[in-house]
């Protein structure tokens, strides 16, 4: 944590002008989530994000998706965060539930800023038929893990587009998450409600310079359509 803070404070130092969401997970205790959530924004972040959606290794140790899957958790959990920082709050939702509205709901009863979605999807990728072990294998020892990139898109864009065009949850702002490589991508995400997208997958695949493709590629596809500000079509 020491170390995970003072890179914060370096990174707000270095970029002033860059906006820094910190991401956080706990246990089900309200002490340790008020006392994390403050370190963070003291830390100088502009928003914290809850992640309540992590599949592998997390949720065995009740954090992650063990709290995301439960509603009245994912309410608490908001809520407990908003009591003790005054910056936005994004709670961050698993796809590993029967309906993602009663997660949504839930956050935005919690009086989260903004959902985002979706985390990975649980899964098995593979078995090791000589050992007879899960993969991936970590210390000769496998667990189910967090499918994600393209193949989750389309999962991801269902899912955002629920919370989006439900009444009781359209007044959330929505960071989508999930498959996003392209700059077609991305404005497939914002088309369907998303007021903000983020990239992990395609970073690690291909580069940070990817940011700037979708940049420049988003650029260009609105200058053609005459679009003025991403609020047009999102």
């Known amino acids: 944590l020491a170390v995970n803070l003072q890179e914060i404070r370096e990174c707000r130092k270095e970029y002033p002008d860059h906006v820094i969401i910190g991401s956080m997970m706990a246990p089900i205790e ?61 709670t961050k939702l698993t796809p590993n539930i029967t309906n993602i509205l009663w997660s949504a709901e839930a956050a935005y009863k919690g009086g989260a800023d903004a959902v985002s979605l979706i985390n990975t999807v649980n899964s098995i990728i593979s078995v090791d038929i000589d050992n007879m072990i899960p993969e991936p294998v970590v210390d000769g020892k496998g667990t189910h893990g967090g499918y994600c990139g393209s193949a989750v898109k389309p999962i991801a864009l269902n899912m955002i587009a629920e919370i989006a065009r439900t009444p009781e949850t359209k007044n959330l702002e929505i960071s989508g998450i ?44 609105m200058d053609d359509k005459g679009y003025t500000s991403v609020e047009q079509f999102t």
């Open 30 to 90: 309200e002490r340790v989530w008020k006392d994390l959530a403050q370190q963070i924004a003291e830390s100088g972040v502009h928003g914290i994000e809850l992640n309540l959606g992590c599949p592998h290794g997390m949720c065995e140790r009740g954090m992650g998706s063990a709290i995301g899957q439960v509603p009245e958790m994912v309410e608490q959990v908001t809520r407990w965060v908003k009591d003790s920082v005054d910056i936005p709050v994004f």
């Open 178 to 221: 999930g498959g996003i490589t392209t700059w077609k991508d991305a404005v497939e995400f914002m088309a369907l409600g998303s007021n903000a997208v983020q990239v992990c997958t395609a970073a690690m695949i291909y580069g940070f310079r990817v940011v700037d493709d979708l940049i420049d590629g988003m650029s260009q596809w």
